[in-house]
């Protein structure tokens, strides 16, 4: 019999859960394609050890750009590729898939992940909201007539929705997360230092030193790149409160975006908010303070999730068993 899966199709990694097993893959979400055969040569971590770093004819590319798909063909051979991984599929039949998508994503949108996923091999395909899915899997219980507010931070975009009895009641999506501060970052050591830098590092300056709110000066890092002037190889040493000043705009999107949503809530679910919290899940969650320039601004606690960066695929599992049950009664 083919098992269940949960795909967490995310910008920067896809995630799958399988039935029964958890948490099974997590890879990023990087195909390397020879430009000249059109050959797809490696998938996820392989793929994404490649990024600036080939000769002409190897491209490395991510499909998915802001949470939806911008290559449909590599997407359906990353998905097909990822579930062969697996071996999920049982000898006759197809493995149902249930996959997470932006709020603000349009049918067609929706329709080509639906395709890609049937076409790589999956049986029924089911779509859920990515901030609905990620709050189930941090833990909340959003079935009950009660608010709960989630903001969701992954790597293309970034989601606040209200929940209440299972469903989305108000939500924004920002096509703005964790890549537009790796951009952002590159564009400050650009302009502040004189030196170029690629993706990888800026992601390391992210993940190292990346600090939102009052950050310790004295917190730095030395990063290599290419200086502008000379043409060089050159390094340079970045604090923690550079990186603050250069994600806050970004920050204080995300912070305007959260204001909106909490503007637009009934006020019966505004009042379950201020008792239990905002809870923050995916990568952008583990960027340090957060949860206090978001408390700061939003005047409500602010909880992360354990799992942020899990929470989504967590997510797909806990929805699958429902809809097992619901098909069982």
């Known amino acids: 019999m083919a098992k269940d899966i949960g795909i967490d199709l995310g910008t920067a990694n896809v995630l799958i859960n399988v039935k029964g097993k958890g948490i ?19 998938v996820g971590s392989e793929a994404y050890s490649m990024v600036g770093r080939t000769p002409g004819n190897i491209h490395a590319v991510r499909p998915l750009k802001d949470g939806v798909i911008a290559d449909f063909d590599i997407t359906e051979e990353m998905l097909a590729y990822f579930i062969n991984k697996l071996n999920v599929k049982g000898f006759l039949s197809k493995p149902n898939i249930l996959i997470c998508c932006p709020t603000n994503i349009t049918s067609i949108e929706q329709k080509a992940i639906i ?18 899915v990620a709050a189930v899997g941090a833990g909340m219980d959003i079935f009950q007539p009660r608010g709960n507010m989630v903001i969701d931070i992954g790597g293309g975009t970034s989601d606040v929705a ?3 009895m299972g469903e989305v009641v108000t939500s924004r999506s920002l096509r703005l997360a964790g890549d ?4 952002e970052i590159a564009a400050y050591v650009k302009k502040k230092h004189g030196l170029l830098i690629g993706e990888h590092s800026a992601e390391t300056i992210k993940l190292t030193i990346g600090n939102v709110w009052h950050a310790d000066a004295s917190e730095t890092l030395e990063i290599r790149g290419r200086d502008m002037v000379t043409g060089l190889p050159q390094s340079v040493t970045i604090a923690a409160d550079e990186v603050e000043s250069a994600l806050h705009d970004t920050m204080m999107e995300i912070v305007a975006a959260a204001k909106e949503v909490l503007e637009v809530t009934p006020p019966e679910l505004s009042a379950d908010i201020i008792d239990r919290g905002i809870m923050l899940t995916g990568g952008g969650a583990l960027l340090r303070n957060i949860a206090n320039l978001f408390a700061e601004h939003l005047k409500v606690p602010v909880v992360l999730a354990e799992n942020p960066l899990d929470a989504v695929a967590i997510g797909t599992g806990i929805l699958l068993d429902n809809m097992e049950h619901k098909r069982a009664h």
């Open 24 to 42: 099974v893959l997590n890879e990023p979400s990087v195909v390397a394609i020879d430009t000249q055969t059109k050959k797809v040569l490696a």
């Open 180 to 183: 537009k501060m790796n951009t």
């Open 115 to 132: 395709e890609a996923a049937e076409k790589s091999g999956g049986g029924k395909v089911f779509l859920e909201l990515e901030p609905k």
């Open 162 to 164: 209200v929940l209440s």
